[in-house]
């Protein structure tokens, strides 16, 4: 069974940063690109960046490029999102999700984590 | 630029209803595919993929659903429509990068 769990979410301020890691298991995480989706409270989905599955490519929206990284380690099963510079406005759930074979779509996501940006 | 339509719907038990989303420009890649999905995000729970690449269901969806469309336009019906139905759907185009649609909230009438 494939299994995504958010962790390293809360509130921080205006300006500071925060890193968010996704633990993976039930599949052959190094086979799989992986995501980052948010969803500002009462919004919709939106998403926020991705990483192939060596690692070697990376892909943002535009208003967190510069200022969000992922990154994963596949001998720990493991992505991230380290959050920098963050915004009000990057107050949102972080789900992590998994792309597809091909990477068209996101077929299995975790229960998300909260990051609340206030000072 | 994706529009869901309508924002929200209501609908009886065992009744069918229809989503519809719009793309400002075709979802057609230059491979010749459409990248077009539709999830569910019940309330409380993060989204579940029900249909990818405009028509097809994925693994366990029933086939209550369907999803079809082309171009710029795509529809997802749903029929026969159980308490489980409800809530929030989305589409989502990855043909041109990926962007969500706004949402549909299905509700009971």
């Known amino acids: 069974e494939v299994q995504l769990v958010e962790s390293g979410g809360g509130l921080v301020q205006p300006g500071r940063s925060l890193k968010l890691s996704c633990t993976a298991s039930g599949f052959t995480f190094n086979n799989f690109g992986m995501a980052w989706v948010r969803q500002a409270p009462t919004k919709g989905l939106e998403w926020v960046a991705s990483i192939s599955f060596g690692g070697s490519s990376t892909y943002y929206r535009d208003s967190v490029k510069g200022r969000f990284t992922i990154s994963r380690d596949n001998a720990k099963n493991t992505q991230y999102l380290q959050m920098d510079s963050l915004r009000s406005e990057d107050t949102a759930t972080y789900y992590c999700a998994r792309h597809e074979e091909f990477g068209w779509y996101f077929d299995f996501w975790g229960p998300g984590t909260m990051v609340t940006v206030s000072s | 630029l994706m529009t869901q339509t309508p924002v929200a719907l209501s609908v009886s038990l065992g009744g069918q209803v229809s989503v519809s989303c719009r793309s400002s420009q075709s979802l057609v890649h230059r491979d010749g595919n459409t990248y077009l999905h539709w999830y569910l995000q019940k309330s409380g729970q993060s989204p579940r993929l029900l249909i990818y690449?405009?028509?097809n269901r994925f693994s366990g969806v029933p086939d209550r659903f369907s999803g079809s469309g082309s171009g710029t336009d795509f529809t997802l019906r749903i029929s026969r429509v159980e308490p489980e139905d409800l809530g929030v759907y989305y589409c989502l185009q990855s043909t041109h990068f990926r962007t969500f649609g706004g949402g549909t909230k299905l509700e009971l009438k």
């Open positions: 690449r405009v028509s």
